[in-house]
């Protein structure tokens, strides 16, 4: 079973190839500034500012910012590119994308999470971005889907034909929140369960007794997780599916290794789409399905508006 905290590394694989880079780039671009654009470092390794120090030896701030763009330079450089080059297309095709739609966007990438600012903390802890940042990654995303599909057109027939195949992805999803208790053993599992019954408290069990490592401070919270989330294990949903709320259950195996105890702490009912939201998503979805991959699309874009990296200095990572 996938933790929340490695969940959230999962979605972050979408918002690394921009996210992060722009948030290096941004670290490299202000260690690139003018000594008296920068604060006055504390401390000065022959005449370098200092930002770490090991065994009695200091690493500077230009080590630092080379090794950055050592490891990262070439898709930082990119990632300004596409920045650029999918602006100048958007305002070529007058094509905008409201606060509205980035709104809704995070609220669709924060789905199972506890809520939108839970989402935002775990981007944060994750990969140092801001709410600003993931906004700001929300809308270039938008923006780049749209000019992926702004001379594809899909028939009202398309989409009718695609909401009666597919008629079970348009109904409302329970959410669960659950805890857990990772135990090696059903031996440990049961004597776990015997406490519980006793009146001990499930949050502070976890803390004690879990197997995992990421859940433990917080008392075995899993946080929300959707009755079909590909990355909880069948045998936890298939549990939770006939608990109510405040509910215990266990012992349960888990497919990869031990047994788990369950608690689930709330359940809500996924809000229905609107007829006219649901339509517009799958016309969305039909037209990127037949639009390029959007990787290819950024680097048609860099070639249309002559964007190159010209640095002379492209070492392999992991190179010296």
Same mark, same amino acid.
Not at 104 to 129: C, F, I, N, P, T
Not at 231 to 244: G, M, Y
Not at 255 to 271: F, L, R, S, W
């Given at each position: 079973?996938? $933790? &929340?905290?490695?969940? =959230? ?54 080590? %630092? ?5 050592? $490891? ?38 924060? =789905? ?19 709410? =600003? ?10 923006? !780049? ?32 929140? !659950?805890? %857990?208790?990772?135990?090696?053993? &059903? ?23 879990? !197997? ?41 195996? !888990?497919?990869?290794?031990?047994? =788990? ?40 874009? &860099? ?18």
């Amino acid at each position: 079973m996938m $933790t &929340r905290q490695e969940k =959230a590394l999962w979605a972050a694989v979408i918002i690394l190839a921009a996210g992060v880079l722009v948030m290096g780039s941004l670290i490299v671009i202000r260690g690139l500034k003018p000594a008296e654009a920068a604060h006055e470092p504390e401390e000065e390794h022959n005449g370098a500012k200092a930002v770490a120090l090991f065994d009695g030896q200091f690493i500077t701030e230009d080590e %630092w910012i080379e090794e950055l763009k050592r $490891t990262h330079g070439h898709e930082m450089l990119l990632q300004m590119l596409n920045e650029k080059a999918v602006n100048a297309e958007a305002d070529r095709l007058q094509i905008r994308v409201t606060p509205e739609e980035i709104a809704e966007r995070v609220k669709a990438d924060a =789905a199972g999470y506890e809520s939108v600012d839970a989402y935002y903390q775990s981007m944060y802890a994750q990969l140092g971005l801001s709410p =600003a940042d993931v906004r700001e990654e929300a809308a270039y995303q938008l923006k !780049l889907e749209k000019i992926a599909i702004v001379n594809i057109d899909i028939s009202d027939e398309e989409v009718d034909r695609y909401i009666d195949q597919h008629q079970e992805e348009f109904e409302p999803k329970k959410q669960y929140e !659950l805890a %857990w208790i990772k135990l090696k053993t &059903r031996k440990e599992a049961n004597r776990t369960l015997d406490r519980l019954e006793q009146g001990e408290d499930f949050g502070k069990l976890a803390e004690e007794l879990t !197997l995992d490592e990421f859940t433990r401070q917080q008392g075995g919270r899993l946080g929300w997780i959707q009755e079909d989330d590909p990355f909880v294990s069948a045998e936890v949903l298939d549990t939770a599916k006939d608990l109510q709320a405040g509910d215990i259950a266990g012992p349960i195996q !888990l497919e990869d290794e031990g047994y =788990a105890v369950i608690q689930v702490i709330d359940i809500q009912k996924g809000e229905k789409q609107t007829n006219e939201e649901i339509r517009a998503n799958v016309r969305k979805q039909l037209a990127l399905n037949e639009a390029v991959p959007l990787t290819q699309l950024e680097a048609q874009l &860099r070639d249309k508006y002559g964007a190159n990296v010209v640095t002379d200095k492209t070492p392999e990572k992991g190179g010296k």
